[in-house]
């Protein structure tokens, strides 16, 4: 027996903060999870903040989407819970098992609608610690354009809240996406001192798995500042930090993460090739891949599968994340597939969002001006274009400043003879700053179209 009233039965799994078992609750005849509560590393402040959140998660009453708590208690000096027996699993878990890893439209929207009727229950209930640990699963699952206002002020709320009491463990994970949400907002003073912030929490008491998303934060920025070789490093110690702590798998994740877009600059395809993953939560990335590598047919054939053919695109109930849908874009521009391009652009152009930093940093608005220009649009694409100039110079991200200088210039050339002074300034700009971040690949297809200006 566990207690006087739960019959422990089999093992189920272990996390970072319980021991979970499949028990019986011999009263009421119903298979219960009781939860073990770990405290090797609580002090009497951690036991007490413990049973502060059990009892405000308890005045959330029997709620669909949160976990209710039958039962909080302490069994020969050890806290337990006693929770419903949840037998579908994670959202990760259940993604990995769908079809082709992609839910059911009705499935996807009932998760993202379960997180943020979560989320406003926690706002109710008027508990910081019930708050900062529904926050970030929140940020994490409910990032399409429809969230956008919510999740900037939902990231402000958090950064002027007094802290004391919240568990460090979800401070970290929701301060982690804090700062990516002021960044795709084009602030990023804010967010690089959310991040300091993250970076100094995980020094002092993080784990190791927050130690290698810090340490992806630090590569994010550094391919902000056009210092792509250092993103690179960053993204080899990633990985040898993950071998020496056992992560291995989780690290090479992030380096790809920390590195992808670093690679592509450099001209390091074998890098960016061999960072293919079999993580469901990157089918986008695995698909520009392709493209970038070549292998139109393969990158043609999963578009129409993840764009074209995906139910309800771009609708109220569509809880696709915007970051996902440019890479989407960017592939699609890339092997030249004019519908594939076209859903997603009429997407993200009635969004807000004009960056993204997760998973593969990119200036979204510069990929609307390519998508456009595939498209037979040039003075949208101009537009766009010069829309991305201000949005990468506000955010000081150099090489997408670059990038969008030579796509303008190309843009500038094939539909503008007037315009051959304003592309020839583009392409001086360019070419010196692609010969200082080392962007050989670009470097060489600016100097191209100098030399054809010159002739």
Not at 148 to 161: K, Y
Not at 175 to 186: A, C, D, K, V
Not at 226 to 244: F, H, K, M, T, Y
Not at 391 to 408: G, H, K
């Amino acid at each position: 027996m566990a207690n006087d009233r739960d019959q422990v039965r089999q093992f189920l799994g272990e996390g970072g903060k319980k021991k979970v078992y499949l028990a019986h609750d011999t009263q009421l005849d119903r298979e219960v999870a009781f939860a073990l509560i770990k405290t090797e590393k609580l002090d009497d402040e951690g036991r007490a903040r413990t049973t502060r959140e059990a009892r405000a998660m308890g005045r959330l009453g029997d709620h669909p989407n949160i976990v209710s708590i039958y039962e909080y208690g302490d069994h020969q000096g050890q806290p337990y819970l006693v929770l419903p027996l949840m037998p579908g699993g994670d959202v990760e878990a259940i993604i990995e098992k769908a079809p082709d890893h992609r839910l059911p439209m009705e499935q996807a929207t009932g998760i993202a609608k379960a997180v943020c009727q979560a989320l406003d229950m926690a706002r109710r209930l008027d508990d910081p610690a019930t708050l900062w640990a529904v926050a970030g699963p929140w940020m994490l699952y409910a990032q399409a354009p429809q969230h956008r206002e919510e999740m900037l002020r939902l990231a402000e709320e958090l950064e002027g809240q007094w802290r004391a009491g919240i568990r460090v463990a979800n401070q970290v994970s929701a301060i982690e996406l804090m700062g990516g949400i002021f960044l795709t907002w084009r602030q990023r003073q804010r967010a690089e001192e959310v991040w300091g912030e993250h970076r100094d929490m995980v020094a002092r008491r993080g784990s190791p798995i927050d130690l290698i998303v810090s340490m992806t934060l630090d590569a994010h920025l550094a391919t902000l500042d056009g210092r792509l070789e250092d993103a690179v490093e960053i993204g080899n110690r990633i990985q040898a930090r993950g071998d020496e702590l056992g992560l291995a798998q989780f690290a090479f994740t992030h380096v790809g993460m920390a590195a992808s877009r670093a690679w592509l600059c450099l001209g390091m395809l074998d890098r960016f090739a061999e960072s293919e993953t079999e993580d469901a939560t990157f089918r986008p990335l695995a698909v520009l891949r392709l493209a970038h590598l070549g292998h139109k047919a393969e990158a043609m054939e999963i578009l129409e599968r993840e764009v074209v053919a995906r139910p309800g695109f771009g609708s109220a109930d569509d809880e696709e994340a915007e970051s996902m849908d440019a890479l989407l874009l960017e592939a699609a521009v890339l092997v030249r597939h004019h519908e594939a391009a076209e859903m997603p652009l009429r997407r993200l152009a009635a969004s807000t969002m004009r960056a993204t930093w997760n998973t593969f940093t990119m200036c979204i608005a510069r990929h609307l001006g390519a998508a456009t220009s595939l498209l037979g649009r040039p003075d949208e694409a101009r537009d766009y274009y010069r829309d991305a100039l201000k949005v990468a110079t506000n955010m000081r991200f150099r090489p997408e400043i670059a990038l969008t200088r030579l796509q303008l210039a190309e843009l500038l050339l094939q539909h503008y003879p007037d315009g051959k002074a304003e592309a020839l300034e583009h392409l001086d700009f360019a070419i010196v700053e692609f010969r200082e971040m080392k962007m050989q690949p670009s470097l060489e297809q600016a100097l191209r179209h100098k030399e054809i200006l010159k002739a």
